[in-house]
């Protein structure tokens, strides 16, 4: 078994839209599949994201009161799984219900440093 | 009724009712490594409801609110403790509890009306566990599934709160060592497992129905806590066993009786003297649609035959007119269920109503020494009154004597007392 990072992106135009039930519906549906990720041990963890922060740069000196990224691009989230190789965790990602939002979904094996 | 009365009276009955159901959750939730911390979260939604109804009068569902407010302060902590050791987070079901995507709608999960009942159940049998002393169990239950205070508890059991402290620690040590989960047991071990709940409820029950207590407040709870807990396992299908019916059945005759055992005074009276007419009519009539529903599957239990003749005492228009013979029958049965010593000092009062003392003492000198028996008031008792019968007062008196000297209950010595009195005017 190795680790996968999902690194989920954009989406806030949908979510800022949706009705409090779509917002239900949406919730049951992450409880549903983080929850047979849980049963079946894949489940590292993960969390959502605020949408303010600060970017650093230039070795740290400089601190920007925003993410650079801006709508498609921001990182509104973050899960660590497991999975027997990059196909397998695609595959699993495949269910991620972000993807009801139009999010764009990375997956990223965690490197092992030798 | 001011309406401060009227929210203390609501936030009573709510806490026995729902605090045993509440702690029972929060206890799935955190783990019963936890289970101070379950309590504390009780604790802590009782005293934000007593503030905040104080002021705002009380909200339309009381409950709801109750729940509601649990389950808040129980995510407050698990977002606070994610990171700490105290919450084992790897098992699945807890897992879903660290991670905001899911926590609020696991939580919500946890407080689902069916998963509240059953783990109210589970943790029923968790305190009845073969392993846990029954004084232990009965006094977990007391405390944590019917919102008992440890006060409460002390006085239930007519002991220091010192050693109601050290119980509670020694079972919640039980089950931290153990990390027993609680759980409602598979069908071919529930007969077995629900014979100790059983058994734990209706000595809770006794515990209120005796009169060895001046607090009339703590027998009336103990009584209706431990038919509250057999009605909890009669309404899940899973627990509906036989005996579970003939023991609420028996604990409904008893009840319907329980007015007139004691006068104003507290004094004891004696079957024969029962105002039958104070008999609660609707209790004996539930008692018997519970022993009807009893009358399934081949058990037959102590609970089913004390239930048929608490039903013979209880239909009967006249202590005259009760049926000794069939009485007897069921005292036969039990004895060859269990040969309790107690039984068959019971079973010589019948043989006495029903073929006189010579009868009765004959049977009675079968226990003769015996070592438990020579230190129970009743065995003493039911002597006097046998030799009280033979006419020979001066032995009656001698054991009435006795008698007096080996019971606690002031009702009790009293009823000897006049017995005595009786005998010598």
Known sequence: MKEFLMLIRGGQEKYDSVSPEGMQKHMEHWQQWMGSLAQ????????????????????????????????????????????????????????CPSFEYDCSVEVREIAPMD | MEPKDHIDNTINHLFRQESGKMVAVLIKIFGTENIELAEDVVQDALVSALETWKYRGMPDNPRAWLYRTARNKAIDIIRRKKHSKTIDFSDPERKLLTSEYTLASTMKDFWK???????????????????????????????????????????????????????????????????????????????????????????????GYNSTHDDQLIRKDLISQSMWLCKSLLDSERTQLPEVYALMSLMCFHTARINSRITEQGALILLPDQDRSTWDTKLIALGSNYLNQAAFGDALTTYHLEAAIAYQHCTVLSYETTNWKEILKYYDLLLNIDKDPIVYLNRCLILLELYGPEEALEAIEEIRDHKILNKYYLYHAILGEIHERLIQPHIAVEYYQQA??????????????????????
């Open chain 1, 40 to 95: 079946e041990d894949k489940l590292v963890g993960g969390q959502p994201l605020m949408n303010e922060g600060s970017t650093m740069t230039e070795g740290g000196k400089k601190v920007t009161d925003r993410p650079f990224a801006e709508g498609k691009e921001l990182v509104g989230g973050y899960l660590l799984i497991k999975a027997d190789s990059l196909v397998h965790a695609t595959e699993i990602a495949k269910d």
């Open chain 2, 113 to 207: 009306e069916q998963h509240i009942q059953d783990d109210f159940l589970a943790m029923m049998y968790a305190c009845c566990h073969p392993d846990i002393s029954q004084e232990n169990q009965i006094t977990f239950i007391l405390k944590s599934l019917c919102g008992f205070s440890t006060k409460e508890v002390a006085k239930s059991f007519l002991t220091s709160e010192d050693t109601i402290s050290k119980r509670l620690y020694r079972t919640k040590e039980y089950f931290r060592k153990h990390k027993i989960r609680p759980s409602i047991p598979f069908p071919e071990e529930i007969g077995v497992r629900t014979s100790s709940v059983l058994s734990a409820i209706y000595l809770m029950f006794n515990e």
């Open chain 2, 404 to 425: 007096i000297q080996l019971t606690q209950s002031k009702p009790e010595q009293h009823c000897l007392q006049q017995k005595i009195a009786r005998i010598l005017n």
